[in-house]
């Protein structure tokens, strides 16, 4: 059984930083993508950012680009993102996800297995 656990979300001021945590368990497969996405109330889930498990090649939106990384460790197995310079409309809900078949999408319909998601509120 697959599992997603997301970690780190909260309440932070613009400008702070916050780093997620996204542990998998039960994926046996070695070529798969991790994709962070965020929704903010009222609207879609957006792509944010994906890393191949592989190789380590990661994707950005462009709204993120410069201030979030995402990473991994392959030995806890969990991929992380790192928050730099956080903005209020960074505000949403973040989830990680995993794509089993490592497209390196940015559709969400592309990932197969999906936390529960954890609230990041950035405050002005």
């Known amino acids: 059984q697959v599992q997603l656990v997301e970690s780190g979300g909260g309440l932070v001021q613009a400008g702070s930083s916050l780093r997620l945590s996204c542990a998998v368990s039960g994926l046996t497969c070695s070529v798969y993508t991790m994709g962070w996405f965020r929704q903010a109330p009222g609207k879609e889930r957006e792509f944010v950012a994906a890393l191949r498990w592989t190789g380590g090649t990661s994707y950005y939106a462009d709204s993120v680009k410069g201030r979030f990384t995402i990473s991994r460790d392959i030995g806890r197995n969990t991929v992380y993102m790192q928050m730099n310079t956080l903005k209020v409309e960074d505000t949403a809900v973040y989830s990680c996800?995993?794509?089993?078949?490592?497209?390196?999408?940015?559709?969400?319909?592309?990932?197969?297995?999906w936390g529960q998601g954890t609230q990041v509120t950035v405050s002005s």
């Open positions: 996800a995993a794509d089993r078949r490592g497209l390196g999408s940015t559709n969400p319909v592309s990932y197969d297995y």
